[in-house]
């Protein structure tokens, strides 16, 4: 054992409390004001606990905010400013820099017959600006100005080369116009088995009620002219997807459908898949940009689908994993070719 620590050893009994208690009010006050001195650099005290307060003075009284940014705007405008060491008196020092002359060399300088030199002293900035473009100097000029000059056999420049570059006024382009499709007339020539609708594009029509799209799937379950059904942008979900895999399980007429930018999920597609197994007829299927990414499972039964149904020669589907997209690239190739022999026959 050190010396230390035997010199510490008879503290180790020493009853603290016996002590405060037999220590008068002064000495107490004296304690504490040693103690506040004790650890002043702690920077884990508040700054007022880490020393005793040295104010005499009595409180002024509460503060005022305004009152005391006034007294310290006052003294900053008595405060008297310091002088410069250098005081400033305005004097130029040095000599103004002069970009020197270069001289052409004699073998840089190009010498122009006098009737082109008389053309281009007379010649405008428009005329300048597409001399420049058939010289290739498109840096002097914009890209609108260069390929202006490049691609029009006259001079179409109106500003000159080192005019400001305006922004390119485009045509506004109007809104597709509303589809005018009556939802009711289809449904009912759809029962009614009209031989003169083909087609039935029901695209961008947004509000159309769930019972009424199952209810043109149940109708096309029996139908036999309808060869297109489109239902692209009409909100439609899981509900519709089944009822179009229900309606593809029993059709034989219909050859293409296309239920892009809807609110489909994996489930939905799931079901529409496994419904085109079951069917003969269908040519074209386009399911692409729904709400949500349908995920690995779906893209490999798209890959398989296609490898098991040889009518399918039209899908629309950006793939995201590179193992259904060449399956399916090549499932595609072949069904196209087997077309086209069935066609030769």
């Known amino acids: 054992m050190s010396s230390y620590q035997k010199e510490l050893e008879k503290y180790r009994d020493i009853d603290e409390d016996e002590i405060l208690r037999t220590l008068s009010p002064e000495e107490l006050e004296q304690l504490d004001c040693e103690l506040q001195e004790m650890d002043p650099e702690n920077m884990l005290l508040p700054a007022g606990l880490r020393q005793r307060d040295q104010t005499k003075k009595s409180p002024t009284g509460p503060l005022d905010r305004d009152a005391l940014l006034q007294y310290l705007e006052q003294q900053a405008l008595e405060v008297k400013e310091r002088d410069d060491l250098v005081p400033f008196t305005g004097e130029k020092k040095g000599k103004p820099y002069i970009q020197p002359k270069r001289e052409i060399p004699v073998q840089e300088q190009i010498t122009l017959e006098p009737e082109l030199e008389e053309a281009l002293a007379h010649a405008t900035d428009a005329e300048m600006c597409d001399i420049a473009a058939i010289l290739g100097m498109y840096t002097l000029m914009s890209n609108k100005q260069y390929y202006d000059a490049i691609c029009s056999g006259e001079i179409c420049n ?50 159309i009620p769930i019972p009424m799209l199952t209810e043109l799937c149940e109708a096309m379950k029996t139908n036999t002219y309808v060869r297109s059904l489109s239902l692209v942008a009409t909100r439609s979900g899981d509900p519709i997807a089944n009822a179009v895999a229900d309606m593809l399980r029993e059709n034989r007429s219909l050859q293409s459908l296309n239920i892009e930018s809807n609110f489909i999920s994996s489930t939905g597609l799931m079901a529409v898949l496994k419904a085109v197994r079951e069917n003969a007829t269908l040519t074209e299927l386009r399911v692409d940009n729904q709400r949500q990414w349908p995920g690995d499972a779906v893209e490999m039964e798209m890959a398989t689908v296609l490898e098991q149904c040889p009518s399918i020669v039209r899908f629309g589907y950006h793939f995201t994993q590179q193992g259904p997209r060449a399956r399916a690239a090549q499932a595609m190739t072949r069904n196209n070719e087997l077309r086209r022999q069935q066609k030769k026959r």
Not at 184 to 205: A, P, Q, Y
Request: charged share 30%; hydrophobic share 25%.
């Open 158 to 207: 109106t500003e000159g080369i080192s005019s400001v570059v305006q922004p390119d006024k485009y045509k506004p382009v109007p809104d597709e116009p509303p589809n005018p499709t009556n939802i009711e007339e289809i449904l009912k020539s759809v029962r009614n088995n009209d031989k003169e609708l083909e087609e039935v594009n029901l695209n961008n029509i947004q509000d």
